[in-house]
């Protein structure tokens, strides 16, 4: 493959250990105990794969989009889950504040979070629909040299794990002709008036910590703010479009995992003395056909990435990989529980997990449907 070297073969070989040795036990008691896997997080931050595309300044390894990206593949190998969640930690967090806040603002948050020390979350949805914000309640007033925010978020990852939330909040009459009018807000968990709510007992994505935060006439200092006041909007949209790139890797990830397990099993069930592989030209096609899907999502996702490394602009390519791959997911993991047969449905088995974490790979972090439409009005 084009895009491999030698930097890139001790990347992937540096994820798949930390794969096998972290995030597949990790991944054990996200699905079964609904833990959230906060050493594992952390362990990943150490070994500085949390920073590999932010500034070296901040901590990080200095910017590589494949080197990132064959990192979340190697770890969605092993959970879908996780590596959104590795996802949420490194790009979701930390690359994007990079991108819209000025040193002061986001550099020791950042340092912070490339080490794995602290985690974050980000806090846009409210009841009324991620994408209604003319209609968020939640708001902040300036009092003297505080912001006091009023609201509440839902459907909120890393639901009272994050240290930190990221919170955008109405502090104006918001604009629809300019997406003015709202501001991204740095709120420390510990802050008093920050509450927790439920927690989502969702159909897949476990562990990650789903839920409702309330913010009770919280108060924090008028500096804490990444962006300029009023305008968090637009950069945010500008931001955020080219991350979902990275839904590419993720996806490819553990579409490729599903498919080498179902490839293993179909050539050692053997019926009447001959594997299903060998027997089936039927199963033998379905099998090619996802491969032939799976290499050309592959190839997509990387070239992608070589782009973002050009500094082009890839946002339109990355909501087509962020939705092409969820549902490319969602097909392969489904065709491989039926190659399975009935042990297919079988937790124990290792497939129906991927197919539950790909449903919510066409909601979760921005709808598919919402996405296309964004390009409509952000992209094109
Ligand atoms: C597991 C999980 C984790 C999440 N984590 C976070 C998080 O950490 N932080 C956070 O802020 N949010 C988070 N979300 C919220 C998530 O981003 C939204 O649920 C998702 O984007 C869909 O938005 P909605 O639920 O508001 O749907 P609604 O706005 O209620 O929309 C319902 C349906 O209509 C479609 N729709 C709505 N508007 C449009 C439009 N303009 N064009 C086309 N179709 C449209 C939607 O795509 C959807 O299919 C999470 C959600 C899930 C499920």
Known sequence: M??????????????????????????????????????????????GMLGLTIKEEYGGAGADYINYGLMIEEVSKVSHGFG????????????????MGTPEQVGEL??????????????????????????????????????????????ITNCGVADTYFVVAKTS???????????????????????????????????????QIYFDDVRIPKDAIIGEVDNAWLPLNVALLPMFATYGPMNLGSME?????????????????????????????????MWGKIDNYRS??????????????????????????????EYVSSKCIELHGGMGTVYETGIERFYRDAKMGTVGCGSNRTLMNNMVGVVF
């Open 2 to 47: 084009w895009w491999m070297n030698e930097e890139r073969q001790m990347i992937v070989a540096a994820a798949k250990e930390f794969a096998e040795q972290e995030v597949a036990p990790a991944a054990k008691l996200m699905e079964e105990e609904e833990k959230y896997p906060r050493e594992a997080i952390r362990k990943l931050g150490e070994l």
């Open 84 to 99: 959104l969640l590795a996802y949420l930690a490194s790009e979701l967090t930390l690359g994007l504040i990079e991108k």
């Open 110 to 155: 950042i340092k912070k979070g490339v080490s794995g020390e602290k985690l974050y979350g980000i806090c846009f949805t409210e009841p009324c629909g991620v994408g209604n914000v003319a209609e968020y309640e939640t708001n902040a007033v300036l009092d003297g040299d505080e912001w006091v925010i009023n609201g509440g978020k839902i459907l």
């Open 173 to 211: 009459e918001y604009d629809p002709a300019t997406l003015r009018g709202l501001t991204y807000f740095v709120v420390p968990a510990d802050t008093p008036g920050v509450k927790f709510g439920h927690i989502e007992n969702k159909m897949g994505w476990h562990g990650s910590s789903t839920g």
């Open 257 to 289: 995992a599903v498919w080498e397990k179902t490839m293993f099993f179909l050539k050692n069930r053997i019926q009447q003395g001959v594997s299903l592989w060998d027997a089936h030209e039927s199963i033998r096609i379905d099998m090619i056909e």
């Open 300 to 329: 997509a996702v990387y070239s992608a990435l070589e782009d973002e490394n050009r500094g082009e602009n890839i946002s339109a390519k990355s909501i087509a990989l962020k939705k092409e791959g969820a549902d490319l997911l």
